[in-house]
């Protein structure tokens, strides 16, 4: 596929110039990197093959991971040296929740880029109630109160309600909850005693691994679920489901993936993670240039085998600016998938607290904790240090443009706008406590999960 001329100009002298540039002096240099088949793994693979991390003197191999899970245990026993990862997940590790490991994130992947799909069975109960535009089609956002009677019914007949998210500590389920939540229906609680995230639930969630996610729902093992791309569109193009909402429409430009380190690598070898950062932020800086116009090229790379492994056309559904809802019925959201604008790969830690929020808001985090624990908290995990001290030598190397990174920011971003989020609710990074009170669903203030029910 034929770039355009200027993209082309723009990369032949970006390479030139990091030939010229002084290589920093790395502690180690073979690396392997872990992923999941999504397409948010995309600065990985556009690192690896436009040279980027040839470019720092790296030499990296990328290997798709079987689970989340399994990833992880990866980068903690040293198997892999850092890898995509949900943003929870390093979180999760370093306040022990699950498997205790300290892991750092010095790179924000992607913004947005889920999207809650239903069964055909499912979409028909809900369209009923479904407000329509003039021209028929449904209108946008889609409320979980639609679902709500669906969800109803079946509980009157006796049928569980499934739905299935990618992992606990999962962008996917707090996402899949916040919508539920925000229509009206308990997703359920976690206690330490109960982990299934189901006490109290009106929808019962569980695990599914993304690739699996559209066979699970045609087996009718699961009604619906939340996941990354592609996942959302091969559904409509294997016709057995629709995507209700995109989380840009549930928040828009709300955070994704990270890429995770432990602690322990990125102090024993500072120069090395120096410059995979620096190769990362280059591979997001090409994916959202000249207005996506290399998007086409990412969605033939991303179809490989050793990458996502899907079809170039479903890639290319959501990857290139659009979304397909009901077959036929697709929608232009040139933001679904963002790399770089808006500063998306800044390790904000406003966004690390709203992770620490829903934790805390469904019983994650059983107990109430200070706004200066949250804060702490974000602080042991995100390192935005890292990342600008490796955006400063890609704007010495002439590599990336000053204007183009956040240096005067104190870590958080200005509050979320009602408008921006599908409950109308403000989020506010430096008062977590009073955001999580502001929320009608979830834990608040002292009240902890005991036995089967929220008390306090």
């Keep these: ?220 093992t699961i009604f619906g679920y939340c996941v990354g791309e592609p996942w959302n569109q091969q559904a409509v193009f294997k016709g057995i489901g629709v995507p209700v909402i995109t989380d840009y429409q549930l928040w828009k430009n709300n955070p994704e993936k990270v890429f995770g380190l432990s602690a322990e690598f990125a102090e024993e070898n500072p120069n090395t993670t120096l410059a995979i950062t620096k190769a990362l932020i280059r591979a997001a800086i090409w994916l959202d240039e000249n207005e996506n116009a290399n998007r086409p090229d990412a969605v033939e790379i991303l179809s490989r085998s050793e990458y996502v492994g899907a079809d170039y056309d479903v890639i290319a559904n959501s990857m290139t600016g659009t979304f397909e809802f009901e077959k036929g019925d697709k929608r232009e959201i040139p933001d679904f998938n963002v790399f770089f604008r808006y500063n998306a790969t800044y390790p904000y830690y406003s966004d690390a607290i709203w992770y620490l929020t829903q934790m805390r808001r469904w019983g994650q985090i059983p107990e109430a904790k200070s706004d200066e624990w949250y804060f702490e908290t974000a602080k042991e995990v995100y390192k935005p240090s890292i990342y600008l001290e490796a955006a400063r030598l890609l704007v010495d190397d002439g590599l990336a443009n000053e204007v183009d990174f956040p240096w005067d920011s104190d870590g958080f971003k200005a509050p979320t706008p009602t408008e921006d989020i599908i409950d109308g609710i403000a989020y506010d990074g430096k008062a977590p406590n009073a955001y999580l009170d502001s929320l009608p669903i979830g834990l608040k203030g002292e009240q902890k999960v005991v036995g089967n029910e929220v008390q306090g």
């Design 1 to 220: 596929m034929n770039k355009p001329l200027s993209t082309v100009t723009v990369i032949a002298g970006m390479l030139a110039s990091a030939a010229s540039a002084e290589l920093l002096d790395l502690e180690k240099d073979e690396l392997k990197f872990g992923f999941i088949k999504l397409t948010d793994m995309a600065p990985l693979a556009v690192a690896y093959e436009n040279g980027y991390f040839e470019d720092e003197g790296l030499f990296v191999t990328l290997e798709a991971q079987a689970n989340w899970k399994v990833l992880l245990d990866g980068v903690i026993d040293g198997q892999l040296d850092g890898a995509h990862m949900l943003a929870g997940q390093p979180l999760a590790a370093t306040i022990g929740y699950g498997t205790e490991a300290h892991i750092i994130t010095p790179f924000s992947m992607d913004l947005n880029g889920n999207g809650i799909t239903v069964s055909n069975e499912i979409w028909d109960q809900m369209k009923p109630h479904v407000p329509l535009m003039d021209d028929g089609r449904p209108q946008h956002p889609i409320s979980a109160s639609s679902l709500k009677p669906v969800v109803e019914d079946y509980k009157d007949q006796g049928i569980p309600f499934n739905m299935g998210m990618v992992f606990p500590v999962s962008t996917h389920n707090y996402e899949l909850r916040y919508w539920l939540a925000a229509g009206g229906l308990e997703p359920g609680y976690y206690s330490p005693e109960n982990i299934s995230g189901q006490i109290g639930a009106d929808v019962l969630l569980s695990v599914t691994p993304p690739p699996q996610m559209p066979a699970t729902m045609e087996a009718g």
